[in-house]
């Protein structure tokens, strides 16, 4: 049955222009104005009505005079074909919405732990206090697997440092970010901003995606001569903060996350000894759903928080 209809649905013989071409006689009973109503020619028109009784093997339309009058197959066909036209315009024009305080909608977001904690907080903070019909599944994929997902359908969004995406993905940048150094003034007795000295002397605890024991701050060392201390590593970075509560080190976390840590845990930063520039933080999607209304509403609400931050 399906097959039948999907045939029925794409056969070559039927074309959409023709059912504008017979509503557009059926109003003006007139070849030339129906052309000039369509902004097609005379001959388009007689074209197109040949086909039509081709078609539907019927004349559809008799000449009378000045007027071309339809037949009563065409009088039966006029109520269904505008009824079609009517539905193809209304769907094609109509603007979609999304109410996240009516509709129902989950979300996949794959992003850092970190980032969850810095710019996702606003959104999950509506979803609970029940302002929102929405839910959100927060994963923390890599790289490859995150571009795989959205390209499978699994993930909505991706939200970090994401220099690289394939040709299909759309992107926003939502802000750019810088690291500075986080530490528990009362263990490491040092006012900022903190100099290169002090920051080579004290042990490090090292956040790293990957669990290494090195990252770009051991390369711009390095180039002025020197080295720190690695004395850990770990790739949960909201850990850091907590261990740092309690251990004489130092640690090299975005400016943002530093703060709010720093806020809630009487932490101190300082800014970095040496310039290790900025980067961007953005969000990437499949452009399969850069026209989704709810999926634009949540580009738009991670916006939001964005600025705000």
């Known amino acids: 049955m399906v097959h039948i209809v999907m045939k029925a649905i794409h056969n070559p013989a039927l074309d959409l222009n023709l059912i504008k071409v017979f509503d557009a006689l059926l109003e003006t009973r007139n070849v030339s104005r129906a052309a000039e ?16 009784r081709t078609l539907v093997g019927d004349p559809l339309f008799v000449r009378t005079g000045n007027r071309m009058e339809p037949t009563p197959r065409a009088q039966r066909l006029a109520e269904p074909l505008r009824d079609l036209l009517v539905g193809a315009a209304r769907a094609l024009s109509a603007a979609e919405d999304f109410d996240p305080q009516r509709e129902e909608r989950s979300f996949s977001i794959s992003t850092s732990d970190s980032m969850q904690a810095v710019l996702l907080t606003g959104i999950l903070r509506d979803a609970a206090e029940g302002d929102l019909r929405v839910s959100v599944a927060l994963r923390s994929l890599d790289p ?23 040709r299909w993905h759309d992107r926003q940048v939502l802000y750019r970010e810088t690291h500075v150094c986080l530490y528990n003034p009362a263990l490491v007795p040092v ?24 990252s770009f701050i051991d390369d711009e060392l390095a180039a002025l001569g020197t080295r720190r201390r690695v004395a850990a590593s770990t790739t949960q970075f909201l850990a850091i903060p907590m261990i740092l509560t309690r251990a004489p080190m130092l640690t090299s976390l975005p400016a943002r996350l530093a703060r709010l840590c ?3 845990l009487g932490l101190a930063t300082s800014p970095l000894p040496f310039d290790v520039g900025d980067y961007e933080v953005s969000m ?13 509403w949540l580009r738009q609400r991670i916006g939001e928080e964005a600025v705000k931050l």
């Open 37 to 52: 109503a369509l902004g097609v020619s005379q001959s388009a028109v007689s074209h197109a009505l040949a086909r039509l």
């Open 144 to 166: 490859d697997a995150m571009l795989d997902a959205l390209d499978d359908g699994t993930l909505d969004l991706a939200i970090g440092y994401l220099p690289e995406l394939r």
């Open 284 to 296: 990437i999607w499949h452009r399969r759903n850069t026209g989704s209304p709810s999926h634009s």
């Open 262 to 264: 720093a806020d809630a």
């Open 191 to 214: 006012t900022p901003p903190i100099g290169l000295e002090d920051y080579t002397r004290y042990p490090h605890l090292m956040p790293s995606l990957r669990g290494g024991m090195t």
